[in-house]
Nanobody, 124 residues
Framework: QRQLVESGGGLVQAGGSLRLSCAASGRPFSSYAMGWFRQAPGKEREFVAAITWPGGRVDYADSVKGRFTISRDNAKNTVYLQMNSLKPEDTAGYYC?????????????????WGQGTQVTVSS
């Protein structure tokens, strides 16, 4: 069974940085995409970033473009989300997810494996 485990969340002041990690276990698909989503209290889950394998294409939500960077370490089966210049509005639970197929997708329904989430809180 494929599992995803996030880590790296925490409390940070506005303008600070955090790096989230998502470790994947289990037999991977031959091609897949990994995505990061976030959900704040009372709001819907929203797309943050995604990266494909083996293509290595990336995509970002406009709200994080230029501040967040998604990357992967194939040897470690881990995807990272480097978050810089954090803002209070970035406060949310962050979830990684995986979908089969080497194509970018922003819709959460297309992802079939999800982690348990890690909380990011940005104070003003």
């Amino acid at each position: 069974q494929r599992q995803l485990v996030e880590s790296g969340g925490g409390l940070v002041q506005a303008g600070g940085s955090l790096r989230l990690s998502c470790a994947a276990s289990g037999r991977p698909f031959s091609s897949y995409a990994m995505g990061w989503f976030r959900q704040a209290p009372g709001k819907e889950r929203e797309f943050v970033a995604a990266i494909t394998w083996p293509g290595g294409r990336v995509d970002y939500a406009d709200s994080v473009k230029g501040r967040f960077t998604i990357s992967r370490d194939n040897a470690k089966n881990t995807v990272y989300l480097q978050m810089n210049s954090l803002k209070p509005e970035d406060t949310a639970g962050y979830y990684c997810a995986r979908k089969p197929g080497d194509s970018i997708a922003r819709m959460s329904a297309t992802y079939n494996s999800w982690g348990q989430g890690t909380q990011v809180t940005v104070s003003s």
